[in-house]
Every structure is written in structure tokens, then in C-alpha cells.
């Protein structure tokens, strides 16, 4: 019997090498479709939607594409039309990427930068600013040289 064995990821953030790529090439097929406003529906009509990432299954048969419409509103509105296009979305991408199969497409609402604001919000807060205020002086009292020694 063979054994399968399970390749590792080499690299960062996850996925292969080829995944990466190939969620790149998809991405830009993705955002040129977009931009140049092929998709001919109502609700995409006046919002400018950007393409942050792509994530390729390690078949390369489903491609997840994060979406976010500039301003960050009416989500559900622009998700629910790209949706409604998948099947010629998927077609735009396959004659611009160069692979055995179309991958199968989800779209999913990218959310980091809500996330990220939060947390920003969240270190600004007088309650985690003393904290790190504090942590940052018994860092210094208990090696205050640490500085020095690095320097020689």
C-alpha cells in the first residue's frame, strides 16, 4: 500500500507554494473583472469592490475570494449579486488563469479591517494603555542594562 504523506506548508501564512500563486493569479483576474465593470448587474453598479485575498484549496478546484466594497457598506447587497454571477464570474476567471480546472468559487466578506480597527480601539482604551504602561516599567526595573549589553 502506498503511504500518503501530508505535505507540510513552506509557506508563510499557510498553503503551498502554488497555492499562493495561483490565489494571486486569481485575485487579479478577480479584481480586473471587477474593475472594468464586466459584470452587468444593478446592485454592483456604482460600488467600487476590492480584492484583498484569495485562498486556493490545495486541489486547486475552490478558490475562497474575499471581497469588500469601498466604505464598507451594503455587504450583503454586493455579496448576494457576486453570488448571483458566480457562473460567469468563474468562466472570466478561467479564460485568465491558465488551469486544468475552473476553480469552484465562494465569496466571503473580508473582514480584517473591521477586525484590525477593533483591536486599535481596544489598545487605546485608558484601562489597556495603563497596563502596557506598567508592563513597560517592570521591564525596565528588572534588567534596566538589558539595553546596554545588546549594544556591545
Do not use: C, W
Not at 471581497?67 to 453570488?83: F, Y
Request: no cysteine; hydrophobic share 35%.
Amino acid at each position: 500500500m502506498p503511504r500518503h504523506h501530508q505535505k507540510k506548508s513552506s509557506a508563510p501564512g499557510g498553503g503551498s507554494q502554488r497555492q499562493l500563486r495561483v490565489g494571486e493569479q486569481v485575485r487579479h483576474a478577480m479584481a480586473e473583472i471587477l474593475a472594468q465593470g464586466n459584470v452587468h448587474d444593478a446592485d454592483l453598479e456604482g460600488h467600487i469592490i476590492t480584492v484583498p485575498e484569495v485562498r486556493m484549496s490545495p486541489d486547486l478546484k475552490l478558490a475562497t475570494i474575499y471581497v469588500m466594497p469601498l466604505g464598507g457598506r451594503d455587504t450583503g447587497i454586493v455579496l448576494g449579486a457576486l453570488e448571483r454571477n458566480k457562473k460567469f464570474l468563474r468562466g472570466e476567471v478561467a479564460r485568465r488563469v491558465n488551469l486544468k480546472f475552473a476553480p469552484d468559487i465562494r465569496f466571503r466578506v473580508d473582514e480584517r479591517f473591521d477586525e484590525a480597527e477593533r483591536i486599535e480601539k481596544l489598545l487605546r482604551t485608558p484601562a489597556v494603555q495603563k497596563d502596557l504602561e506598567q508592563g513597560v516599567a517592570q521591564d525596565l526595573e528588572q534588567d534596566p542594562d538589558s539595553d546596554r549589553e545588546e549594544e556591545r
